[in-house]
């Protein structure tokens, strides 16, 4: 199984969950310039929409969207801890989760990566993310992680688009249950070791 990835991007949560599973695994780089991988070939012909997250499962079988490939790898891990099995109403919360990290978060952040968004559509972006971090951070000061008592996949996921702040002009530790998170989450080894494999610790 390989991953193919940008270093802090959203490929980084799975990225995360494969080393929390003990998964073998390997991972190649995509230059997003270039769009070429490290090994130098053509990212477009492995995977049509040109983005990261991309899982290579096996020879001409690969596996696209963030949430379905967190999904994918705990279910083939039977990983029930960190993803309730499919069918139980647990496994809605869980996906109701994943799907508002990947509506309101990751792709409500990820539009401030673009450098030609006017001031104005900026600040419009940043109160809308606001206001769903505010909700985040209500349900961390009930919880200690996004779904409950344990980490679950959500938790890769929400840690590395809320990682992001720093970058996009977003002052996260403005949350304090948020900023409790991060901290916990940072210092998990399976964090630490994906971090250290993309090149973004020291
Ligand atoms: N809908 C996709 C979005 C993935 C995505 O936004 N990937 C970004 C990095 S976080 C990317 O590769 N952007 C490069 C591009 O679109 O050219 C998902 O949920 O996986």
């Known amino acids: 199984m390989k991953l193919y990835y940008a270093p802090g991007a959203c490929s980084m949560a799975p990225h995360i969950l494969l080393n929390e599973l003990g998964k073998k695994f390997t991972i190649e ?16 012909k492995i995977n049509a929409k040109s983005y990261v997250p991309t899982l290579e499962i096996k020879k001409d079988e690969v596996l696209t969207e963030v949430s379905t490939i967190l999904q994918y ?15 139980t109403m647990a496994r809605y919360r869980a ?5 508002f990290i990947a ?3 990751h792709k409500g952040m990820g539009g401030l990566f673009n450098k030609a968004m006017p001031e104005e559509g900026r600040k419009i972006i940043i109160e809308r993310v606001s206001k769903r971090l505010d909700y985040v951070d209500g349900l961390l000061a009930k919880t200690k992680f996004i779904g409950g008592k344990t980490f679950g996949v959500s938790d890769a996921y929400a840690f590395t688009i809320m990682n992001w702040g720093g970058w996009v002009g977003i002052d996260i530790k403005k949350w304090k249950n948020i900023a409790r ?14 971090m250290k ?6």
């Open 29 to 44: 780089k995509i230059d997003m310039g270039t769009k070429k991988t490290e090994g130098g070939k053509d990212f477009n």
């Open 73 to 87: 790898l705990a279910d083939k891990a039977k990983a029930t801890k960190m993803l309730p099995k499919a069918g």
């Open 95 to 99: 996906m109701e989760t994943l799907n």
């Open 103 to 105: 509506s309101e978060l």
């Open 181 to 194: 998170f991060m901290e916990m989450m940072a210092a998990r080894p399976s964090v630490q070791a994906t």
């Open 197 to 202: 494999a993309e090149g973004l610790l020291g």
